[in-house]
């Protein structure tokens, strides 16, 4: 589990193609290593990541076709810049949300605009997931936790402010980035309660029962 607090600020150190799936090298920067061993997560994007190797200035990670399929890991090249965050623990400060690093879709980047010192985004996100974001809740965007300020269908705003904006790879948005996307957890269990006994039914959704009752 994670935090959504961005630690450092690393880049793609290289790729490699294994049999179908990835590995990364990833240059942790300013991150400090000291206290990671081999297996331990890494959020690189919002991405878990486990740690299999240690090569001195960053860390190697498999990435498979699930997490290629699902997220932006595979467009990643050498010198890209992504947001890093270690694995919480029983004494870290939760001064975002509950992340867990699995991330349910990708989002882009539909504008940027100046909002004072700070800088609005509006994002777009799949149709799938617009039902998990509400208003003043929480987002994790790249692995960085964030109070969703506006909702209109499945587009959504951010304000950004200046540390952020330094801080993680928000600062290199432009339109039509593409962004790893989870949604509050909260939200996913939540639609699973109020299934009760239908969520063993494969054929049923929330949506239907909801129409069902407006009916």
């Known amino acids: 589990m994670f935090t959504g ?4 600020l690393g880049e793609i150190g290289g790729t490699e193609q294994r049999g179908g799936d990835l590995r990364l090298h990833i240059r942790t920067g300013g ?3 000291g206290d990671v061993g081999l297996g331990d997560s890494i959020a690189v994007n919002g991405v878990c990541l486990t740690v299999v190797e240690l090569p001195g200035d960053g860390f190697i990670a498999d990435v498979s076709i699930e997490t290629l399929n699902f997220t932006t890991a595979g467009q990643w090249k050498t010198a890209t810049p992504v947001n890093l965050e270690r694995a919480l623990t029983p004494s870290t400060r939760l001064g975002g949300h ?3 690093g699995h991330v349910d879709g990708v989002g882009e980047v539909v504008e940027r605009h100046q909002d004072a010192r700070s800088e609005r985004f509006r994002i777009k996100a799949p149709a799938e997931l ?5 208003h003043k809740g929480s987002i994790s965007v790249d692995g960085t936790s964030l109070t969703v300020n506006a909702v209109s269908g499945d587009e959504f705003e951010l304000n950004i402010v200046p540390h952020t904006l330094e801080h993680t790879v928000f600062g290199a948005y432009q339109g039509g980035a593409k962004v790893n996307l989870e949604v509050d957890v909260i939200a996913r269990y939540l639609e699973r309660l109020l299934l009760g006994d239908k969520a063993a039914s494969q054929d049923v959704s929330l949506s239907t029962l909801v129409n069902k009752i407006l009916d």
């Open 5 to 8: 607090i961005i630690e450092a």
């Open 31 to 33: 991150l400090d290593l």
């Open 98 to 100: 509950l992340v867990s």
């Open 130 to 134: 617009a039902r998990y974001i509400a």
